[in-house]
């Protein structure tokens, strides 16, 4: 079946210090959506990705779907501590799995 | 609206008893999704619902768990006996159309002693 893989699986940056997290499917997927969840809280949607290729921007995240539409990314500029949490991928190919995560913790 | 309510927030119960989570969707949402994150296995989708019926349950661990829907206002997730193994946060979740945008609840947080 698809196997969402994930990395790294932690990440801690100093503030002001770039952040990217990569995902890979073993098939390819319909889209992509990425997820934060905070500590304690539940996943909050950011965007989803659904053509092959596409770049997607929303402030300091920049978020891409590569061409094969296999993998995907999350790169965030100038982290702040706001940034604090695990971001998730979650490949939709029928049936929506998600990544194991990446934890980001920030040093003010 | 006031989002995907969840009940209980947490649960602490021993081994061998009922337990029973709540789910209330997002109004006009037809997708209700059940999830459960571990630390070992993450995120894993249990089951889900379209108009109340259910269409994918292979998430399922076996056949202690069971959930039904019996309106579009409600579903509940039920393990008969539980197990310290199946301490977890259960997630339900729901949406429009199947697979998009996911409006996850807080979580019900289960401790089987």
């Given at each position: 079946g698809?196997q969402?893989?994930?990395?790294p ?15 890979n ?6 889209n ?30 920049t ?8 993998n ?24 929506m ?12 | ?9 947490h ?49 399922m661990p076996e ?7 019996p ?7 039920k ?29 019900s ?5």
């Open positions: 698809q969402v893989m994930q990395i699986q932690y990440q801690h940056v100093q503030e002001g210090e770039d952040f990217t997290t990569y995902c499917s073993s098939t390819t997927l319909s992509i959506q990425w997820y934060k969840q905070r500590p304690g809280g539940h996943p909050v949607f950011l965007i989803q990705l659904v053509k092959s290729g596409e770049v997607k921007k929303q402030k300091r995240l978020f891409q779907f590569g061409e094969a539409k296999k995907s990314s999350l790169h965030i500029t100038a982290t702040q501590t706001t940034d604090v949490g695990t971001y998730f991928c979650a490949g939709n190919n029928n049936d799995r998600f990544g194991a995560g990446t934890r980001l913790t920030v040093k003010p | 609206d006031a989002g995907v309510i969840q009940s209980p927030r649960e602490v119960t021993e081994m061998g008893q009922e337990v029973t989570l709540r789910c209330k969707p997002i109004s006009g949402h037809d997708y209700l999704f059940w999830y459960r994150q571990t630390m070992m296995r993450g995120l894993e989708l249990l089951i889900y619902f379209n108009n109340n019926v259910p269409i994918d349950d292979s998430g056949d202690r768990f069971s959930a039904k829907m309106n579009a206002s409600f579903s509940t997730l393990i008969q006996p539980s197990e310290p193994r199946d301490s977890a946060v259960y997630f339900c979740a729901s949406s429009f159309v199947v697979f998009g945008e996911l409006f996850f609840g807080e979580g947080r289960l401790t089987v002693l």
